[in-house]
């Protein structure tokens, strides 16, 4: 991601706009803090001058297309253009009411682990740069080089699209991740090699400490109920205080809701005030999804969506 590719965006954003072809653009300006991006929601034509493309740029903006009037240019990495074909296969947006502003992605990095990394905090670092293998971080002048694959996020590492599928318009030209998909797997790995009983003390344990937030919810595109099940009273599914089994409850469905919608964009992950591991959960079941149905989530617009489409070959296997 340079600074040419960001003035392409900026060009093909202000010309949406100017040709009306974009009633809004739904991108990324610089964040207020060191190293971030912020959502750009917005009709004002000068306004597109501040979209960016960096490395920080960790929200899957698909979230907002439900929720933004008209014809919106959006700003899609791979993993959001495919929760924007999630999208339309659920009829929740129309393919005509939306321009994919795809940027090919090279891997977001989590300032977190760079911090940890270089023993600073982000404040005391001067710049990051993502250069294919190596992320260079100055500090008071000096470089160091770090692997990149030590500092991008883990769905990143196993990033299968990081270039949009489906786009209208591409800024800048296609390009791989720095992948790594045993890193990527880790922890779910890990989790498999346990027996029934430490998993389930494992995620006793995580979840313990849930503060039912609803962080995860909001993030997430995939989540788009008008009115959420934890929500309801009649009948009351989960108790709306935060005990270890109503949140294990909580999980449990919403990854059921989100199977064959999940795109592994790591937000609800990121956004979790507790640090809970959610993705051992959802990139679990994506896995789980596709070795049943040989079914990934946002590929094929024109397909059925998961939930929608049943084949009568299935009874054997799902009817318990
Ligand atoms: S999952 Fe892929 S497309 Fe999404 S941010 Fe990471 S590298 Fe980019
Ligand atoms: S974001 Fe974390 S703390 Fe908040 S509801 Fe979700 S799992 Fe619980
Ligand atoms: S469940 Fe998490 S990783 Fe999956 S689409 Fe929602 S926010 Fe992204």
Redesign the pocket.
């Known amino acids: 991601m340079d600074s040419n590719m960001e003035q392409e965006l900026r060009k093909e954003a202000r010309k949406l706009l100017d040709e009306g072809k974009a009633d809004h653009i739904v991108g990324f300006a610089r964040g207020s803090l060191k190293f971030t991006a912020t959502p750009l929601i917005t009709r004002e034509k000068e306004e597109v001058a501040s979209l960016v493309i960096n490395p920080f740029i960790v929200n899957n903006l698909a979230k907002f297309l439900t929720e933004v009037p008209g014809r919106v240019g959006i700003v899609a990495k791979g993993c959001d253009s495919r929760s924007v074909v999630s999208l339309i296969q659920d009829n929740q947006v129309s393919r005509d009411d939306v321009v994919i502003i795809g940027v090919p992605c090279s891997g977001l990095i989590d300032i977190a682990k760079v911090e940890q990394l270089v023993n600073k905090d982000r404040d005391e670092i001067d710049d990051i740069a993502l250069q294919g293998e190596k992320v260079a971080v100055i500090i008071g002048g000096q470089k160091t080089e770090l692997p990149t694959k030590e500092v991008l996020f883990e769905h990143c590492l196993g990033c299968e699209s990081p270039t949009p599928q489906e786009y209208d318009i591409l800024v800048g030209i296609p390009t791989n991740a720095i992948g790594d998909k045993e890193l990527s797997l880790r922890r779910i790995k890990q989790l498999e090699d346990m027996v029934p009983e430490q998993r389930w003390a494992f995620w006793k344990k995580q979840l313990s400490r849930?503060?039912?937030?609803?962080?995860?919810?909001q993030v997430c595109p995939a989540c788009f109920c008008e009115r959420c099940f934890v929500e309801e009273s009649q009948p009351q599914w989960i108790s709306p205080v935060s005990q270890w089994q109503d949140?294990l409850m909580?999980?449990v469905i919403r990854n059921i809701h989100v199977a064959g919608r999940c795109t592994d964009c790591g937000e609800?992950e990121r956004?979790?005030?507790?640090n809970?591991p959610?993705r051992s959960l959802s990139k679990k079941m994506s896995e789980l999804v596709d070795e049943m149905f040989h079914y990934q989530a946002g590929i094929d617009k024109d397909a059925p969506a998961l939930m929608t489409a049943y084949e009568p070959v299935e009874a054997e296997d799902l009817i318990m």
């Open positions: 849930c503060i039912r937030c609803y962080a995860c919810r949140n909580f999980q609800c956004v979790c005030p507790q809970i959610l």
